[in-house]
């Protein structure tokens, strides 16, 4: 259970410092997926995303796909 914390912490650190990234490139608030804005309200909800909701929605249908 240790284990597991940890290894979602390391993730929310990787995914958090990714971020940090986009914000120096100026890319930050941008879809990594379709390249659209994301919404405001997604950004508040979670900061750290990558994706839109639509990219992430099909993202979590399709595991496996890129």
């Not at 940890?6 to 650190?13: A, G, K, T």
């Not at 990787?14 to 804005?37: M, N």
């Not at 639509?54 to 890129?66: G, K, S, W, Y």
């Amino acid at each position: 259970m240790a284990i597991d914390n940890l290894e979602r912490q390391s993730d929310r650190l990787r995914e958090v410092q990714s971020a940090l990234r986009r914000i120096d490139a100026g890319t930050f608030g941008t879809c990594l997926g379709c390249e659209e804005h994301m919404s405001v309200k997604r950004l508040a909800a979670i900061p750290w995303t990558d994706s839109c909701i639509v990219c992430q929605e099909a993202a979590d249908r399709n595991p496996l796909q890129p």
